[in-house]
């Protein structure tokens, strides 16, 4: 499979890989893309004052972690928006749009119907009984050593799959957008990332977050606009005349192969669903805002722009097969139906072109370079919190650490990880690393969110249930995915996959239920676990009131 | 302390009149979302012919598309009917619920300076 489709994918969710067939592109590195980036270093040099003013800002470890939770629920909802929108987002489903027209539309439904989810049985509690890190959670009447420590493993290793795919991904995606090489910008991206998190924080990785949706919002919605307008705005011209063209015909408006199975199927709804819902640089942005009330705001803003801008997908996928499908100046060799020039994934990026420029074409790739910066940059920032504020401060300290060294064992561990991710992500350059955010989401899935949502509902969850549960689900999850074909065929080149399905959440997740129950059950009768029952009265009564949850003020 | 205000938050019949009314909203929402969702990918799953269909004779627009757009905006009107309720009528309850334990906490304790 072409390197670029595979870090795109990567960029993704694991679910893209599906549709692997559909899609093809050849990472080439194109001639130098001026107006991209004048327009990336005027993000760059935007997004480096608020890091300045941020960094001014940031004086305790709350500030650090959460912003201080003074961020409000417009600004939260964006963040996360942001967050959950990357670049293989914008690029691979507008692609997957042009080619299999349905089936791009049914995975953005799949990827949005998780935020209702989340905020009706998860956001109030998560900001009530969260602090730093969603261990806060997980510990709160556990042990607070072994639940911590199993829980930073579980996110480090989501974060590091996760970083390394985006690294592998942003290199490949700005080799082909900014004719750069691939070395210099992995670094670009690492060394960026670096400065926002260690200078800025949480305050500034929120508004390098914001400023990157605003951009992605923006840009998305007036190419949609200058493409329909080419229509009369026009949803069934625009239909009548695409499937008219199109090599499907009118099959483009019926689903296609991305989700033939049904096992698959179901497995990729429930892990992108619960997947998102154990992603550490997710659940963090619940503690960034006030209270309850933000929380819920937060969510609905976020949805809010989230199904939008997929909409807005959709049509700008419907407009490409028109004007980009037809126009030979984007096909390799003039040959209109042959080879996109920069491979399948620049379809979003030649729509753009065709209908508003150069201009245009700089514009929106340099968004998808903010954008990949961005969420590097949340990544980094919640893995490094895994380990100063939850293996530093309460394993190793014990809750001893002074908030200054908690902070500088934050930083140094954002050094340890970004350098870590440029090592890796040049290491990488050459191999298919879909796989990784297949595995980030897996283990978020499996390991993060049985623990979490047990830990939060079900009062006989003991210590020992969390960590059978919660080492369970990772192990099972790792396992899925190595035997699956996106490793056990694909990157070790054996013949046929051990485990037929692509997604592990529908058989991993269960696991890790299982264990976690069985396993509470059978250590219910000792002192410590009858003191962890008794002690989720009080937690329940928090979880639902509120009551004691750290706000903007310090406690 | 706080641990006594939690059993004070406990005891109050609003705090179980808080969670039951809350649980029984949250639930049924997300119940919602989830049926129509699944039902959605059954659908994908065993009779994906029917989603590319017009919705009328002759039309452009499919029943997939309506679909897919109807949940889009059916599950963000719930969300929205959701944050709605919980940041009035829930929190409103939540407070009086935090305030008649403050309250509480307050009334033993002079009791007890009086003793």
């Known amino acids: 499979m072409p390197r670029l489709l595979a ?59 959460t912003a201080g939770g003074g961020i409000t629920g417009f600004q939260n909802g964006m963040a996360i928006a942001g967050d959950y929108m990357s670049a293989a987002t914008l690029l691979g489903l507008t692609a997957m749009t042009y080619t299999q027209g349905f089936d791009g539309y049914m995975y953005m439904i799949a990827f949005f119907v998780g935020w209702p989810i989340i905020l009706f049985l998860m956001a109030e509690r998560l900001r009530n009984l969260g602090k730093f890190t969603f261990a806060d959670i997980t510990s709160y009447r556990l042990d607070q050593g072994k639940v911590r420590t199993m829980a930073a493993i579980s996110s480090l290793t989501v974060v590091c799959f996760y970083l390394i795919a985006q690294m592998v991904g942003a290199g490949q995606l700005i080799k082909l957008l900014f004719g750069l090489d691939y070395a210099i910008a992995v670094v670009a991206v690492g060394a ?44 069934t011209a625009l239909v009548e005349r695409a499937t008219s063209i199109h090599k499907l015909g009118f099959k483009l408006m019926a689903p296609g192969p991305l989700l033939k199975d049904p096992v698959n199927a179901v497995s990729l709804a429930l892990g992108l669903m619960f997947g998102t819902a154990g992603l550490p640089h997710i659940l963090m942005r619940f503690f960034t805002v006030n209270d309850a009330k933000e929380a819920r705001k937060s969510v609905l803003y976020a949805s809010g722009f989230v199904g939008y801008f997929f909409n807005v997908i959709f049509l700008m996928g419907l407009c490409a097969v028109l004007i980009v499908g037809q126009d030979p100046q984007f096909f390799e060799g003039g040959t209109v139906g042959g080879k996109l020039i920069g491979g399948g994934n620049m379809v979003a990026m030649h729509l753009a072109k065709a209908v508003g420029g150069n201009m245009m074409l700089g514009f929106l790739a340099a968004v998808a370079f903010a954008t990949i910066l961005a969420v590097v940059s949340g990544l980094a920032l919640a893995g490094a919190s895994a380990v100063s504020h939850d293996l530093y401060a309460r394993v190793i300290k014990k809750g001893k650490a002074s908030e200054e060294s908690e902070i500088r064992v934050s930083k140094i561990a954002t050094i ?46 003991t210590t020992r249930g969390a960590l059978a549960g919660g080492y369970g689900g990772l192990l099972s999850a790792v396992a899925f995915v190595v035997f699956s074909k996106s490793v056990w065929v694909t990157v070790l080149g054996n013949p046929a996959a051990i485990f037929p399905y692509d997604q592990p959440a529908l058989f991993a997740m269960p696991v890790a239920f ?42 | 302390m706080s641990s006594a205000m939690y059993q004070r938050m406990r005891a109050n019949p609003k705090f179980q009149e808080l969670v039951s009314r809350r649980g029984r909203f949250a639930w049924t929402l997300a119940f919602t979302v989830l049926v129509i969702f699944y039902g959605f990918v059954m659908v994908v799953a065993f009779n994906p012919a029917l989603l590319g269909q017009p919705i009328a004779e002759g039309s452009m627009i499919t029943v997939g598309v309506t679909l897919g757009l109807f949940m889009f905006v059916f599950f963000w009107i719930l969300t929205a009917v959701y944050v709605r309720r919980a940041n009035t009528e829930f929190d409103a309850l939540t407070s009086e619920i935090v305030q008649d334990a403050k309250a509480a906490t307050a009334a033993a304790a002079s009791g007890k300076g009086a003793a």
């Open chain 1, 514 to 555: 299982v264990l976690a129950i069985v396993v509470s059950k059978l250590s219910a009768t000792s002192t410590a676990a009858k003191a962890e029952i008794e002690a989720f009265e009080d937690q329940y009564v928090r979880a639902q009131t509120g009551f004691g949850a750290s706000g903007a003020s310090k406690h």
């Open chain 1, 192 to 235: 960026l990332m670096m400065v926002y998190v260690i200078f800025g924080g949480m305050i500034a990785t929120t508004w390098v977050q914001i400023i990157k949706a605003g951009m992605l919002l923006t840009g998305g919605t007036i190419v949609m606009l200058l493409a329909f307008s080419q229509f009369g705005f026009s949803y």
């Open chain 1, 416 to 461: 340890v990880l970004g350098m870590v991710a440029i090592v890796l992500g040049i290491l990488f350059e050459k191999q298919n690393v879909a796989f990784m955010v297949g595995l980030a989401f897996g283990v978020a899935a499996a390991a993060n969110f049985p623990v979490l949502i047990l830990s939060m509902y079900w009062k006989g969850l």
């Open chain 1, 7 to 65: 870090a795109l994918f990567a960029l993704a969710a694991p679910a893209l890989a599906l549709a692997g067939g559909a899609i093809d592109g050849q990472t080439e590195k194109q001639p130098l893309n001026v107006h991209a980036i004048v327009m990336f270093l005027l993000f760059v040099a935007l997004t480096m004052g608020i890091t300045y003013w941020a960094a001014n800002r940031t004086k305790s470890a709350a500030d650090y972690y």
